[in-house]
C-alpha cells in the first residue's frame, strides 16, 4: 500500500479518511513542538503513522487521533472514561473500561487518598475515570483525580443508566459544536449526563422515563445524518411537549 506523503502539519489530514500505512508528520520537520497522540497513530522513528483505518481528528492544543466506529476500545493516556468495577484487590480495583484487557485503579488514585480511606466499591459500581497509562505490555492505569490531583469531575457515577455506544459515538458527543440531538433535549429536558470516550455514556434524571428517553434517542442519533438527525430532533420534541 502506498502511504499518503507526510507534511510538517497533520492538519491537512484532519477530518479526512486515512488508512494504516499512511504517515501523517514528519517530525524531523519540527522543533519544539509537543504532539498528544491517541488511539490509531503511533511514532515510528521520525515519522507519525496511521495503525487503523478511519478519520483524522485534532483537539486544541494538540491531540490528535483517528476516529472509527468500533466498539472494542483501545485506551489512551488522558482518556475519560467510564468503567465499571469486576474485582477488588488489596492495592487495586479491577475495572472493565471496554478495552481488550481490564484496567487496574490503585486504591491510592483518589484525591486525599490514605490508607485510612480506602474507598470500598461494590462489583458493578460504575465509575467515570481518567486513563493515565496505557501500552500494549501491560493493563492500563486508572485515576480519579486531574492532572493536579483533584477529584475534579471523576468518580461515582450514583443511580442513572449507562449506555453503550460506537466509540465514534462518544466521540461525537463530545466534539464542537455539540452533537445536534444532545443539545437539542438538553434545552428542552433536565439531565445529567457524562460521556466516556470508551463508548459509553450516563443518563441521570429524577424521571426514568427521561433517562430512557435521551439514552435511547442518542443511540438511534448515530446511524443518522445530520440533516436527518435535525428532523428526527424536532420530531421528538414535540411529542414531548
Not at 434517542?217 to 421528538?236: G, H, N, P, R
Amino acid at each position: 500500500m502506498e502511504a499518503k506523503p507526510s507534511s510538517s502539519s497533520p492538519s491537512k489530514f484532519v477530518d479526512q479518511l486515512v488508512v494504516p500505512g499512511d504517515v501523517i508528520l514528519d517530525l524531523s520537520n519540527m522543533a519544539n513542538q509537543t504532539l498528544k497522540l491517541g488511539g490509531g497513530l503511533r511514532q515510528d522513528g521520525d515519522s507519525i503513522c496511521v495503525m487503523k483505518a478511519g478519520k483524522l481528528r485534532f483537539m486544541k492544543p494538540n491531540k490528535y487521533w483517528v476516529e472509527s466506529s468500533q466498539k472494542r476500545y483501545v485506551p489512551s493516556a488522558g482518556d475519560n472514561v467510564l468503567g465499571v468495577v469486576v474485582d477488588t484487590k488489596p492495592e487495586n480495583f479491577l475495572v472493565d473500561i471496554k478495552g481488550p484487557v481490564l484496567a487496574f485503579l490503585p486504591v491510592l488514585s483518589f484525591e486525599g487518598g490514605t490508607r485510612r480511606n480506602i474507598p470500598k466499591f461494590e462489583v458493578g459500581t460504575l465509575l467515570y475515570v481518567r486513563v493515565i497509562n496505557a501500552n500494549t505490555s501491560m493493563n492500563p492505569e486508572l485515576s480519579c483525580m486531574d492532572a493536579n490531583g483533584k477529584a475534579a469531575e471523576y468518580g461515582v457515577l450514583k443511580e442513572g443508566f449507562m449506555f453503550e455506544s460506537s466509540t465514534g459515538l462518544s466521540r461525537m458527543l463530545l466534539s464542537s459544536p455539540p452533537h445536534p440531538v444532545l443539545e437539542g433535549l438538553g434545552k428542552k429536558l433536565s439531565f445529567e449526563i457524562a460521556v466516556g470516550i470508551n463508548g459509553r455514556f450516563w443518563v441521570n434524571a429524577s424521571q426514568s422515563s427521561t433517562v430512557i428517553l435521551v439514552g435511547n434517542a442518542i443511540q438511534k442519533s448515530e446511524s443518522l445524518s445530520l440533516v436527518q438527525q435535525k428532523i428526527y430532533l424536532e420530531k421528538l420534541l414535540k411529542s414531548i411537549q
